[in-house]
C-alpha cells in the first residue's frame, strides 16, 4: 500500500511552496499525484487531514476531513490569474463518486470552465460553486451568523478593519502574516475593537475549516488579545437627572432611546432595534426574543409607568402600533446617529449652568441601573434577571437547574425603580426653575 506522504510529483498551487514534490501551505500537508483508488485509500488510511491534488487535471483535488471522510473538489479560477478563486465540491467519496466518477465530472466542469459557463449547483448533483474570495465569502459568514447582536458586530468589524485588508485575497492562500495585518492596522488604544474583530476572525476561520473549505485557520496557536479593563463608571442621581431633561431636545430618535436606556437597562442595540409587537400594553411587558438578544437568550421586561410614558410619546397616543421598527431614520432604516447624539447631549449638558460631567458612555446607564437596584434593597439575581445575564448566579449547574424566572420579583423591582427615578427627575424640574 502506498502511503499518503510518498507521493510525489510535480505540483504548485496558488502560494504554495514545493518541497521535494509535496506543497505545504501554512501548516497544511498537501500533496500530488494520481487519484486513484490506490491513493484515496492511502488518503483515507493516513489519520491525517489533508488534501491530494492530481497531477493531470488542474485543480482537482481529493480532500480529507479530520473525520476521515473524504470528498471531491475543483479548484479553479474564472478568468486571469487576478480572477477569484472557486472550490465546486464535486461529491463525497463513496456511490456514485469513486475516483472513476470524479475525475470524469472534474474533465467535464473543466471544459465549462473554459468555456466560461460553468454554474453553481449545476448538473442536479450536490456540488456548489464556492466563492473563495476574503471578502464574498466573509459576507456568507455574516449572513449565516446567528443572533441580530452578533451578525451586527460580524458585519461591522469585517467592513472596517478585515475586508480593508485582506481584499478578495483567496481564503485558502490566507497566511499569519496576513491576519497579523489585519491588527497592525489597527489603534492599539482599541482593545475592546482588537478583541472583537480578533473573535470575528477566528470564528470566521473555524467556520470554513468545519465547512472544509479550508483546511487549517491559519490563526491556530495565535494568542487571544488582553482583556479590556472593567469599566465602573454610574452616573450619580443628579448626573441621572441631567441627562433625562436634555435627553428630548438631542433627537427625535435618541431622546426616547437614552430615557428607556436609563428605565429599562436594557442595552443600547436592544431599545434601538426595539419593535412593537414586542410590546404589551395591557400586560405592561417588553418580551424581548433570542434573536435580537446580545446572548441569544430571550427576556421579559415589565414595563413601569415611566416606560409606558416614553412608549405613549412615541406612539402618538396611548394605543400603539401592532408592529413595526419603532425608532427607525426619515429613509426608513434603523437608527445608527448614536455617536451625534452622544456628542449634542453632551453640549446640552455643558451649557446647562453646572459642571461638564466627567466622561460617561451610553452602556453606563445599565451598570447605572444595577448598581440603583443594589441601593434599592434589590436581590442580586433579580438584577440580573432584569438584566438578562447568563453569568454570576444564572451560570453553570444553577443555570440549568434552577428556572424560577423571577417574574413577580422583576416588576416589583422595576416599579422601586421608577419611584426612584420619578424623585430624581423631580428635583431635576426644579433645578431647571431654579436656573431660569
Known amino acids: 500500500m502506498l502511503s499518503f506522504p510518498q507521493l510525489r510529483g510535480n505540483f504548485r498551487h496558488g502560494d504554495c511552496r514545493v518541497i521535494a514534490g509535496n506543497a505545504v501551505l501554512g501548516d497544511q500537508f498537501m500533496a500530488s499525484g494520481k487519484i486513484t483508488k490506490r491513493s484515496v485509500d492511502a488518503l483515507i488510511s493516513s489519520g491525517q487531514h489533508d488534501i491530494l491534488w492530481d497531477d493531470s487535471i488542474k485543480g482537482f483535488g481529493a480532500k480529507r476531513t479530520k473525520a476521515g471522510a473524504v470528498s471531491y473538489v475543483l479548484q479553479f479560477r474564472m478568468g486571469g490569474r487576478e480572477s477569484k478563486t472557486r472550490r465546486y465540491t464535486i461529491g463525497s467519496h463513496g456511490s456514485p ?218 406612539a402618538g397616543s396611548a394605543i400603539w402600533p401592532r408592529s413595526g421598527r419603532m425608532f427607525t431614520t426619515s429613509r426608513g432604516g434603523r437608527f445608527t446617529g448614536y455617536s451625534k447624539g452622544k456628542i449634542k447631549l453632551d453640549l446640552l449638558m455643558s451649557q446647562d449652568g453646572r459642571e461638564p460631567l466627567p466622561d460617561w458612555r451610553l452602556h453606563d446607564l445599565r451598570r447605572t441601573l444595577a448598581t440603583g437596584f443594589q441601593r434599592l434593597g434589590v436581590r442580586f439575581e433579580v438584577t440580573e434577571a432584569v438584566l438578562n445575564h447568563v453569568g454570576g448566579s444564572r451560570a453553570g449547574v444553577a443555570g440549568i437547574y434552577q428556572r424560577h424566572d423571577w417574574k413577580d420579583e422583576k416588576r416589583e423591582a422595576m416599579k422601586s425603580w421608577n419611584d426612584h427615578l420619578a424623585a430624581i427627575i423631580r428635583l431635576a424640574n426644579m433645578a431647571r426653575d431654579r436656573a431660569w
Open 97 to 314: 463518486w469513486t475516483p472513476a466518477t470524479a475525475r470524469a465530472e472534474a474533465e467535464r466542469l473543466a471544459i465549462l470552465i473554459a468555456q466560461g459557463s460553468i454554474q453553481a449547483k449545476q448538473s442536479g448533483n450536490d456540488g456548489e460553486s464556492v466563492d473563495l474570495a476574503f471578502d464574498n465569502y466573509s459576507d456568507r459568514f455574516a449572513e449565516a451568523c446567528v443572533g441580530e447582536g452578533w451578525r451586527r458586530l460580524v458585519k461591522r468589524s469585517l467592513e472596517l478593519h478585515v475586508k480593508p485588508v485582506l481584499g478578495s485575497k483567496p481564503l485558502p492562500n490566507l497566511t499569519r502574516i496576513d491576519i497579523v495585518a489585519v491588527f497592525d492596522r489597527m489603534p492599539r488604544a482599541q482593545i475592546a475593537n482588537i478583541r472583537n474583530v480578533f473573535a470575528v476572525l477566528r470564528r470566521l476561520l473555524r467556520w470554513a475549516v468545519s465547512r472544509g473549505d479550508i483546511d487549517r485557520s491559519p490563526m491556530e496557536g495565535m494568542e487571544t488579545p488582553p482583556p479590556v479593563k472593567p469599566r465602573d463608571r454610574w452616573l450619580s442621581d443628579e448626573e441621572l437627572g441631567r441627562i433625562w431633561m436634555a435627553a428630548p431636545n438631542t433627537h427625535s430618535c435618541f431622546g426616547p432611546i437614552i430615557r428607556l436606556l436609563i428605565v429599562t437597562g436594557q442595552r443600547r442595540e436592544e431599545v434601538s432595534s426595539l419593535r412593537w409587537e414586542e410590546l404589551n400594553r395591557k400586560d405592561l411587558l417588553w418580551t424581548l426574543p433570542g434573536e435580537r438578544a446580545k446572548n441569544g437568550e430571550p427576556n421579559r421586561i415589565p414595563l413601569n409607568e415611566l416606560a409606558v410614558a416614553i412608549l405613549d410619546e412615541v
